[in-house]
Each structure stands twice: as structure tokens, then as C-alpha cells.
């Protein structure tokens, strides 16, 4: 199994950044891919990003292409979004998991077997 826990939310203003840190420990941390979801106040939650094992793949959702970086740190266990240009409608928990079938790259929740308790991003207008 692997723990993850979620860091680097926070209030921000709209056009600016936050950098998420999703620190992992237990089983070697790249044997899973990892990915991004985010889930604002009576939404569903949803995909943002994902970054597979080899760290060579990513996903994004068309909401954060352009705007959002995944990255992943397999010497430090830790995987990275970089959030820019943020606006409004990007408040929500985020939250950080970890899938270990590493065929394919999912990029939707119900593959991933280990999440986070998530931190708060609020961007104000």
C-alpha cells in the first residue's frame, strides 16, 4: 500500500499560483501512477491531471491544459501541480491518488485505489 497527503492549498487571488506537493510514503513510489482530482461544493468530483509511473506521460483535463503542470519527484516520493492563471471556478478540494496498474494511464477516479484527505484551494475574484 501507499499513504499520500496533500499539501500547499490555500486563498489566492484570481490570476495567480499555488504549487500542490502530495508527499508519498510506503511501497516504492514509482510503481504508481498518480493523479489530481478536485471536487467543489456539490459538484462531483473530477479529474484535473495525472502523470504516469515512468513520469514520461501525462494527462490534463481541458480545464487545466494550458494552466495547470503535473510533475513527480520520484527521488523525494513526492508529485507536484502547479496551478497558474487561476480563476474562480478552479475553488475546490484537491485531491492527490495513486493507481498501481500501471498498463494504462486512467484518468478517471474510480481507478485509483489510494487518496488523500485533500487540501483547499479558494481563488477569489
Known amino acids: 500500500q501507499v499513504q499520500v497527503v496533500e499539501s500547499g492549498g490555500g486563498l489566492v487571488q484570481a490570476g495567480g499560483s499555488l504549487r500542490l506537493s502530495c508527499a508519498a510514503s510506503?511501497?516504492?513510489?514509482?510503481?504508481?501512477?498518480m493523479g489530481w482530482f478536485r471536487q467543489a461544493p456539490g459538484k462531483e468530483r473530477e479529474f484535473v491531471a495525472a502523470?504516469?509511473?515512468?513520469?514520461?506521460?501525462?494527462h490534463y483535463s481541458d480545464s487545466a491544459k494550458g494552466r495547470f503542470t503535473i510533475s513527480r519527484d520520484n527521488g523525494k516520493n513526492t508529485v507536484y501541480l502547479q496551478l497558474n492563471s487561476l480563476k474562480p471556478e478552479d475553488t475546490a478540494v484537491y485531491y492527490c491518488?495513486?493507481?498501481?496498474?500501471?498498463?494504462?494511464?486512467?484518468?478517471?477516479?474510480?481507478?485509483?485505489?489510494?487518496w488523500g484527505q485533500g487540501t483547499q484551494v479558494t481563488v477569489s475574484s
Open positions: 491518488a495513486a493507481d498501481d496498474d500501471l498498463r494504462t494511464l486512467p484518468v478517471v477516479a474510480g481507478r485509483y485505489d489510494y
Open positions: 510506503g511501497r516504492i513510489f514509482n510503481a504508481y501512477n
Open positions: 502523470i504516469g509511473w515512468s513520469v514520461g506521460t501525462t
